[in-house]
């Protein structure tokens, strides 16, 4: 089945009892059983709901993965990814990622004795140089947030493998509409399903998908003993969401090159971050590795100053000023005070997120519509 029919069939049937196409929401806590031990395989609707089952069989599928799991948020799903951890081990992680896993990591899971070493990752020999033989897991996004690197999870995964480690690939920002680690040799992708897969911005959720059986049974047991599980209404947005993912991010692509030209080209416009330029320094990877490029870009203001990029910010009308991504409806941020506020500034700086960064997330309203948002924006500076 190809991706564009995945979307809409894959993992669904119809109701068994009713025929109703559309998964129901099973808003149930518990299910009858006729005698101790006899039902039809739903005990508890934190261990199984049928709406929360029929995603992630469709999940899993969009990532050409036997499993998928989610949980009620992407935090949630990094959470219990790292729980298969033990005190002692090592993750090496790159260190241009959102900010909320630099948080968990440091300041949650560093208190329980798990060790991560930030590095960037387009030097794999300095990935080689970082692996102990303490070291469990490889964790990587691509493209990365804000910054909009490109890491090749080819090369990657040759790693891992040589180290018998894990490679763990968020792969929200790209969709598993542009993007499949686990055929670039990937154990496990992550998604924060709040952005493109929920793409309504209605939903916080989480997911994570592998080929790996061991490795799915420990986290299927992971998400029913910590319990970080989504609502069976959650998991019908999503799946409704996710019918319209090919249609969208095509929509994505085409007005984020529209924009990323439009920015590179405009006098008040320093540099603009996006992985379709043919000078952007790891293009090639990303034409291997994604089928397209994106509606998400940053950029920086000529002189760099503050004061302008908060105006820029503040006045667009079309691109709303918010935290998150891969809604149909264009979002403007400021990374250094909303997403990455809790990387301290000089870690933020290192890896390019300056005071003056901007960050877009390009929606699928009518792109003439957007370039003029950004014009009048552009026009009080
Ligand atoms: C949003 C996001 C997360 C966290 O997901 P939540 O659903 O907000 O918990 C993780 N990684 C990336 C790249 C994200 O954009």
């Known amino acids: 089945m190809k991706f564009n029919t995945k979307t ?3 993992g669904l049937e119809p109701d068994p009892s009713t025929g109703a196409i559309m998964t129901p929401i099973f808003q149930t806590s ?12 739903y005990e508890y609707a934190r261990t199984q709901n049928p709406t929360r089952n029929a995603l992630q069989n469709n999940l899993a599928a969009l990532e050409n993965a036997k499993h ?4 009620s948020s992407g935090m949630g799903a990094i959470d219990t990814l790292v729980k298969t951890l033990v005190p002692g081990d090592e993750v090496v992680s790159t260190n241009d990622l959102y900010g909320g896993t630099y948080r968990i990591y440091t300041k949650v899971f560093e208190k329980y004795g798990i060790k991560f070493t930030f590095i960037p990752m387009n030097d794999m020999a300095l990935v080689t140089k970082s692996i102990t033989s303490k070291t469990k897991m490889i964790w990587v996004e691509t493209p990365t947030n804000p910054m909009l690197n490109i890491i090749d999870i080819k090369a990657l995964a040759q790693i891992a493998k040589q180290h018998k480690i894990m490679l763990a690939v968020d792969n929200t920002f790209a969709s598993p509409y542009l993007q499949n680690p686990i055929d670039l040799g990937a154990d496990l992708v992550m998604h924060s399903v709040t952005k493109y897969l929920g793409g309504h911005s209605d939903v916080v959720m989480g997911a994570l998908m592998t080929n790996d059986d061991a490795l799915a049974e420990q986290l299927a047991f992971l998400q029913n003993a910590c319990g970080a599980v989504p609502g069976p209404q959650d998991c019908f947005l999503v799946l409704r969401g996710i019918k319209t993912l090919h249609v969208r991010m095509q929509r994505h692509c085409e007005n984020g090159e529209r924009i990323a030209n439009y920015l590179v080209n405009h006098p008040k416009v320093d540099r603009v971050y996006w992985p379709g330029f043919a000078s952007h320094p790891n293009h090639d990877v990303a034409k291997s590795q994604m089928r397209g490029f994106g509606g998400m870009m940053s950029f920086v203001l000529k002189g760099n100053n503050y ?7 503040s006045q667009t009308h079309l691109f709303s000023l918010a935290e998150s991504l891969g809604g149909v409806e264009s979002l403007i941020g400021h990374p250094a005070s909303m997403t990455h506020a809790s990387i301290p500034k000089e870690e933020r700086e290192k890896s390019g997120v300056v005071d003056a960064l901007i960050r877009l997330s390009v929606g699928i309203e009518d792109v003439d519509d957007l370039i003029e948002d950004l014009e009048n924006a552009f026009a009080k500076i």
């Open 8 to 10: 809409i069939h894959a």
């Open 307 to 313: 004061d302008d990029a908060l105006k820029v910010l």
């Open 68 to 71: 998928g799991l989610c949980f």
């Open 30 to 41: 518990t299910y009858v059983q006729a005698a101790p031990g006899d039902h039809k395989g």
